[in-house]
């Protein structure tokens, strides 16, 4: 029997994903742009998918069309959107949005009353605050699906494992005592010695000062092993820790 010319099935993949706090698209086109200039790489012709949970049914002020026109033009392709309020998913489908399904609800007043910026991340933090010139941070709890570590200043000690979907920023090394999934980009501000160790390496993507490849598209026999991450000239290499 000859092969279908096509083939169409359902399938998880790592996306970007923009949360909005804000219809005001002055204040997304400023936030992203902050985005983008810490990782110029990472975000060129990435793939974005729009979150509109915290803005409720404040969305119906949204102009669809015209935040499609900006995410295109600060060059990512826009490829739905989700958690939108119900009164605002046909101004969406007009203005060419594909409407994701959740299983989440949505327009949840305890989110959308929130005071928020233009653009949102759920950062985990430590109870304790982060001193200016602390160069090493320490996170001593998994890190789960959605959530996000940030940390620009230095070093990243991530003592428990990270989920898929998750996603850890540093300016520095990245080290994760467990089992690292999800996105993980170290020296996001450019320094290319920055490394990236782990105990267990399941992780989607991995990053070093703006050089990055999914994990799938790197020839390695250490997916599940101790590992190091490390920049040699602009290749990323993937070498045993023990």
């Known amino acids: 029997m000859a092969e279908e010319p096509v083939e169409i099935k359902g399938e998880m993949t790592l996306l970007s994903v923009l949360r909005l706090a804000s219809v005001d698209l002055d204040i997304i086109q400023n936030g992203v742009k902050s985005k983008q200039n810490s990782l110029p ?4 012709n990435s793939p974005l998918l729009v ?5 409720g049914a404040s969305c119906v002020e949204l102009d669809f069309a015209a935040l499609r026109k900006l995410l ?3 060059g990512f392709i826009p490829v739905g959107i989700r958690n939108i309020a119900e009164e605002c998913r046909e101004l ?4 060419g949005w594909a409407v994701l399904r959740s299983g989440r609800a949505t327009g ?3 989110r959308s009353e929130r005071p928020v910026d233009a653009v949102t991340e759920e950062v ?4 304790a605050p982060c001193h200016p010139l602390t160069s090493v941070k320490v996170v001593n709890r998994p890190l789960r699906s959605g959530q996000q570590v940030y940390f620009p200043e230095g070093n990243l000690v991530i003592l428990q494992h990270t989920s898929a979907g998750s996603e850890i ?12 999934r999800g996105r993980v980009l170290a020296g996001i501000g450019g320094d290319t010695s920055a490394r990236i160790f782990c105990q267990k390496l399941e992780a989607e993507l991995v990053s070093i ?4 490849r999914l994990l799938d598209d790197i020839e390695t026999n250490l997916k599940g092993s101790p590992a190091m991450v490390w920049l040699d000239g602009e290749k990323l290499k993937i070498t045993p820790m023990f």
């Open 209 to 212: 000062a703006g050089h990055y």
């Open 92 to 95: 969406a489908v007009h203005a």
């Open 108 to 110: 949840a007043p305890s």
């Open 51 to 55: 979150d509109c949970s915290q803005l």
């Open 41 to 44: 790489q990472l975000f060129d």
């Open 169 to 180: 920023l540093a300016g520095g090394s990245v080290h994760v005592y467990g089992s690292l």
């Open 124 to 127: 985990l933090t430590e109870d």
């Open 72 to 74: 295109l033009a600060l």
